[in-house]
């Protein structure tokens, strides 16, 4: 039996991790077995690689040094989580994938794509999600929703992650990469809006999945 493979993309503040808790209690709730995984972690390893890439301490960190660090947390990932649910049959659903590295170190930091590309599919097997979908969101708003999230996190860490710190123009960037992505992989990237309602979202996703499932269902 094979699995089916769901991805969440989209820049900073797009509502990604609402979506994706949305989603997974609502598979779960037909019946669906759900693995959560996110990036960059979702493993003991991943994790402590999480901790080296978003320390806003590490500002001398290299372009290169970055794009290996998140092809790593994604290798054990997908060799230790991810492909052994899909065995099984059940659905993954990740927060980010390969296109984050796409939009992030390549259209972001100016790293070559081909070899973003190659990086990432020695570290993954060539594995690609069944769905992504792009939660899309411009910038300014992006940077609105991180800095309200921020001023809520009473008693927990202060302050926005090492990626999240990066210019106005980097940003840019990111989603202009990630719009790119959905427009050259049609088949499988639904471009959504973020600036609608989270139940509005989560409806139209949750409709777009259960076509998936059902298809994947007869084609067992």
Do not use: W
């Not at 050259?184 to 639904?190: A, S």
Request: hydrophobic share 40%; charged share 30%.
């Amino acid at each position: 039996m094979k699995g089916l493979f769901i991805t969440f993309e989209g820049p900073d503040g797009a509502g990604k991790t609402t979506q994706v808790r949305l989603l997974a209690d609502a598979l779960a709730a037909m019946g669906r077995t759900v693995v959560l995984t996110r990036e960059p972690g979702g493993t003991r390893i991943g994790d402590s690689i999480r901790s080296l890439l978003l320390s806003p301490e590490h500002t001398e960190m290299d372009a290169r040094t970055e794009v290996l660090l998140y092809a790593a947390q994604r290798a054990q990932n997908v060799a230790e989580r991810i492909l052994p649910a899909l065995r099984r049959g059940d659905v993954v659903i990740g927060d980010r994938f390969v296109d984050a590295s796409i939009a992030y170190q390549s259209a972001g930091l100016g790293v070559d794509e081909a070899i973003v590309r190659r990086v990432n599919e020695f570290a993954t097997g060539g594995l690609k999600p069944d769905r992504t979908y792009l939660l899309d969101l411009p910038e300014e708003e992006g940077r609105r929703r991180l800095a309200a999230r921020t001023r809520e996190r009473a008693g927990g860490p202060a302050g926005l992650d090492r990626i999240e710190r990066r210019t106005a123009e980097y940003h840019r960037r990111v989603r202009e990469a990630f719009r790119r992505i959905a427009r050259e992989n049609p088949g499988r990237v639904l471009l959504l809006d973020a600036l609608q309602p989270p139940e509005t979202l989560a409806r139209i996703i949750l409709e777009d999945c259960r076509r998936l499932l059902e298809a994947a269902d007869r084609a067992e």
